[in-house]
C-alpha cells in the first residue's frame, strides 16, 4: 500500500511538473522536499508558480552557492542565463560558481566571462576575475590589457595594481613589480599587501630595509602569520635563534597548517639537538604535506642521533623516493653504520 500511495504522489507530481513550463535542463524541486531548507523552499514556490522568471533561479542559485551546494547552483544560474541571455550579472555568478567548486575549470568560467563581457565592455567585476584566470593560466598578454583598464577604477584599481606585481614578477620583471608596488605605497602607505610584497621582493637582497617593511605590515595587521613568518625567518638567518622561535610559535598558533613555520622551528631545534621537538615538528609537517622530502630527511636525522638507525634508514629512504636526487638525504644514508 505504501509503494501505492507513493507512485500516485510521484505520478501526481510529475503531471504537475508537465503541465508547467520549466525551461530545458532546469532544477526542478518539490515544495513538500523537506531535503532542502525553507530559504530555498521559499523561492522555489515562486519558481514552481511561474517557472519562466529568470530572477527566481538567480535568487535561488545565489542561495544554492553560499550553502556550497555548487551543482545545483550552477543548474539554477545556466536556467537563468537561459531565459535572460542578455544578462551579464548571470554570466559572471556563474562562471563564480564554476571556479568555486573547481579552481581549475577555466574553459567554462572563461566562456561565461567573455559572454559577460560582450554583454557589458566595463563590468569590473568579470574584468578583474577573467584577469584573475588569465593570469593563473600565464596569459600574460591578455591579462595585462584587463588590467590596465581597470587601475583606475575606484573599487577595483589596487586590486588590479597587485595583480600586476603578481604578473610582472612571474615574468622576472622586478623592476616594473617595484614600481607598481611603490605608486600603490605612495597613494596609500597602509596598504598592507603592498608593504609585504614589497618586503619580500626585499628580503633576500636588502634584509635590514625588509625588516623595516615587515615591522610596518606588523603595525598594520599584527596577526599576519605571513609577516610574523617573514620576521621568524630573518631572525633565523641572523642566527637570533631564541627570537626566531617565538616568532615560529606564534605563527603556528595563528595558523597551525603553516608547514614551513613548522619545518623551519624544527630546523632550529635541530641546530640545539632537541632531537625529540624535531620528531613531533617534522611528523606535523608530514601530515600536512605528506610528500615534504626535507622533514622526512630531518626527522631521519633526529631518529639517527637518538640511536634509532632503523626509523632513520627508513625515512632517508621515503625522502630519496620522493626526490631521488636529493643530496642530504643521499648522503645521511650512505654514512648511515
Known amino acids: 500500500m505504501r509503494r501505492l500511495t507513493y507512485l500516485v504522489i510521484s505520478v501526481a507530481l510529475f503531471l504537475v511538473n508537465c503541465g508547467q513550463n520549466y525551461p530545458e535542463g532546469a532544477l526542478i ?48 544560474f545556466q536556467t537563468a542565463s537561459q531565459l535572460d541571455p542578455k544578462n551579464p550579472l548571470y554570466r559572471y555568478r556563474l562562471a563564480e560558481t564554476y571556479l568555486e567548486k573547481d ?46 583598464a581597470l587601475v583606475k577604477n575606484a573599487d577595483f584599481g589596487v586590486k588590479a595594481q597587485l595583480l600586476q606585481v603578481v604578473s610582472f614578477k612571474e615574468q622576472k620583471d622586478t623592476i616594473k613589480a617595484i614600481q607598481v608596488l611603490d605608486q600603490i605605497l605612495l597613494n596609500d602607505p ?16 636588502e634584509p635590514n630595509t625588509a625588516s623595516q617593511y615587515i615591522d610596518k605590515a606588523l603595525v598594520i595587521d599584527e596577526f ?7 620576521k621568524a625567518l630573518l631572525k633565523q638567518r641572523s642566527s637570533q635563534y631564541a627570537d626566531a622561535e617565538i616568532l615560529y610559535n606564534r605563527v603556528i598558533k595563528i595558523n597551525p597548517s603553516h608547514v614551513f613555520a613548522h619545518y623551519n622551528l624544527a630546523v632550529v631545534e635541530a641546530m640545539f639537538e632537541n632531537n625529540d621537538a624535531v620528531v613531533e615538528l617534522c611528523s606535523r609537517v608530514l601530515d600536512l604535506e605528506s610528500s615534504n622530502y626535507k622533514a622526512l630527511t630531518l626527522r631521519g636525522y633526529a631518529f639517527e642521533q637518538m640511536g634509532n638507525k632503523k626509523a632513520a634508514r627508513k625515512d632517508y629512504q621515503a625522502a630519496l623516493d620522493i626526490k631521488p636526487d636529493y643530496n642530504q638525504a643521499k648522503q645521511y644514508l650512505k654514512e648511515l653504520i
Do not use: C, G, H, W
Open 29 to 76: 524541486i518539490s515544495e513538500s522536499d523537506t531535503s532542502y531548507n525553507e530559504d530555498i523552499l521559499k523561492v522555489t514556490r515562486k519558481i514552481n508558480a511561474d517557472p519562466q522568471i529568470a530572477e527566481n533561479y538567480y535568487l535561488r542559485a545565489n542561495t544554492f552557492y553560499f550553502q556550497t551546494k555548487f551543482d545545483a547552483a550552477i543548474l539554477d
Open 103 to 148: 579552481s581549475a575549470n577555466y574553459e567554462q568560467a572563461a566562456k561565461q566571462l567573455q559572454s559577460a563581457l560582450q554583454l557589458k565592455t566595463d563590468y569590473a567585476e568579470a574584468q578583474f576575475l577573467y584577469a584573475k584566470l588569465l593570469l593563473a593560466r600565464q596569459q600574460y598578454d591578455l591579462s595585462e590589457p584587463l588590467l590596465k
Open 190 to 205: 597602509n596598504n598592507y599587501d603592498a608593504t609585504m610584497q614589497k618586503a619580500l621582493f626585499l628580503l633576500e637582497k
Open 224 to 230: 599576519s602569520a605571513e609577516a610574523l613568518y617573514a
